[in-house]
């Protein structure tokens, strides 16, 4: 979806989204952990407002995804961004005129094409989450 959005749209602060994406590849994961830790923690950003709903995601197994999640986006986006740029919008507009829905299109048109790309970034984000899951916990 980040991928999509960054490369079919433009809007305000594209390039500081596209930035962002890049940032756990700086970070160290220690230190994505412990700044993920900061924010969702009782006393942080986030979790101030999540646990008085009940909903406690530091040093839990959600808030574990959560971090995982967080430092394998990038391997991810990267990879599906350039099939989307590579893609011919002219497919999506001929089975548009063809009647076909949305969804349609996605899982006859676009899905196809970026299916290869997306289980190389998804096998490369697993990678990296087994090789730095002791850090992040």
């Given at each position: 979806?980040?991928?999509?959005?960054?490369?079919?749209?433009?809007?305000?602060?594209?390039?500081?989204?596209?930035?962002?994406?890049?940032?756990?590849?700086?970070?160290?994961?220690?230190?994505?952990?412990?700044?993920?830790?900061?924010?969702?923690?009782?006393?942080?950003?986030?979790?101030?407002?999540?646990?008085p709903?009940?909903?406690?995601?530091?040093?839990?197994?959600?808030?574990?995804?959560?971090?995982?999640?967080?430092?394998?986006?990038?391997?991810?986006?990267?990879?599906?961004q350039?099939?989307?740029?590579?893609?011919?919008?002219?497919?999506?507009?001929?089975?548009?005129?063809?009647?076909?829905?949305?969804?349609?299109?996605?899982?006859?048109?676009?899905?196809?094409?970026?299916?290869?790309?997306?289980l190389?970034?998804?096998?490369?984000?697993?990678?990296?989450?087994?090789?730095?899951?002791?850090?992040?916990?």
């Amino acid at each position: 979806l980040i991928a999509w959005v960054l490369v079919r749209y433009r809007f305000p602060g594209k390039k500081i989204v596209d930035a962002l994406v890049d940032l756990p590849f700086a970070l160290p994961t220690a230190v994505a952990g412990i700044s993920l830790t900061a924010l969702l923690a009782g006393n942080g950003w986030v979790g101030q407002y999540l646990e008085p709903l009940g909903i406690q995601l530091a040093f839990k197994p959600a808030g574990v995804v959560i971090a995982l999640i967080f430092i394998g986006l990038p391997f991810v986006v990267r990879t599906v961004q350039p099939v989307l740029e590579d893609a011919e919008k002219e497919l999506e507009e001929a089975a548009t005129s063809l009647g076909a829905t949305r969804w349609q299109i996605f899982t006859k048109v676009i899905l196809p094409a970026i299916t290869p790309a997306l289980l190389t970034g998804f096998a490369m984000a697993f990678a990296r989450a087994v090789g730095e899951y002791g850090s992040v916990i």
